[in-house]
């Protein structure tokens, strides 16, 4: 309990509000997001119906170096923001080592919170965090992509398909379909963790303004993955 107590009194009662809201917010959608794409127009769900269609083609299709082509293609977003990441939690741990003089020209900016070192450094450690987190789904994305690209090269010929009859082309394209999708939907998750880095920046400035910046991140990502634009184009009958 006296743990409890102290742990508490580390960080103001707004601080630790606003750190909560960061995390129930970030899960929640996630959460969200998922389940709804499930029922609801959004852009990863119908991305996932393109890659599915894209693996079905696949199968009629005699030479497919096209298809590595795209593949690698694709594979080269994550692999780009995991080495950028890798700089990023450098950085923050260079300003971590180094924290004192760090703290102090914070403070020097307007409306910035006047902290001590100690809960400056515990800012840092929460944007290494995400970094890290962002890493991890980055580098797995890159993983799955390899394996979509493995699927796409040991798919049977296309005269396979049509003389023997235990080979499904939708059953390929199901499975194939789905670990590119799994692919891009880790690689998502890795953005989304960039996107909400910056609402994490926003508590150094106050507490309200870390809350502000979750909230105003999430509608952001929202309105980007059910209500955009691209999203009416990928919905919209070829």
């Known amino acids: 309990m006296n743990t409890l107590l102290t742990l508490l009194k580390f960080l103001p009662l707004i601080d630790w509000l606003a750190l909560g809201l960061f995390f129930v917010g970030w899960a929640g959608y996630a959460r969200f997001a998922k389940q709804r794409s499930l029922t609801k127009a959004s852009v990863l769900g119908a991305t996932n119906r393109e890659r599915r269609r894209w693996m079905l083609q696949t199968t009629y299709r005699e030479v497919r170096v096209i298809d590595g082509v795209v593949v690698q293609s694709l594979s080269t977003s994550p692999s780009f923001f995991a080495s950028t990441t890798i700089l990023i939690i450098g950085g923050l741990l260079a300003v971590l080592g180094a924290s004192d003089q760090a703290s102090e020209l914070v403070r ?115 309105q980007r993955e059910f209500r955009s634009e691209v999203l009416k184009a990928l919905e919209a009958e070829v």
């Open 108 to 222: 020097e900016i307007p409306f910035a919170a006047r902290t001590s070192t100690l809960v400056f450094d515990l800012k840092l450690v929460l944007l290494a965090g995400i970094f890290v987190y962002a890493f991890f789904r980055f580098t797995w994305s890159m993983r799955q992509y390899t394996f979509g690209a493995l699927l796409v090269a040991a798919a049977p010929e296309s005269k396979q398909f049509e003389a023997d009859p235990s080979l499904s082309r939708e059953a390929f394209a199901d499975r194939a379909g789905k670990v590119v999708g799994l692919a891009a939907e880790t690689f998502n998750d890795g953005l989304r963790a960039y996107y909400l880095a910056f609402a994490a920046v926003a508590w150094f400035f106050s507490p309200w303004a870390f809350i502000a910046g979750t909230a105003g991140v999430i509608y952001i990502l929202y």
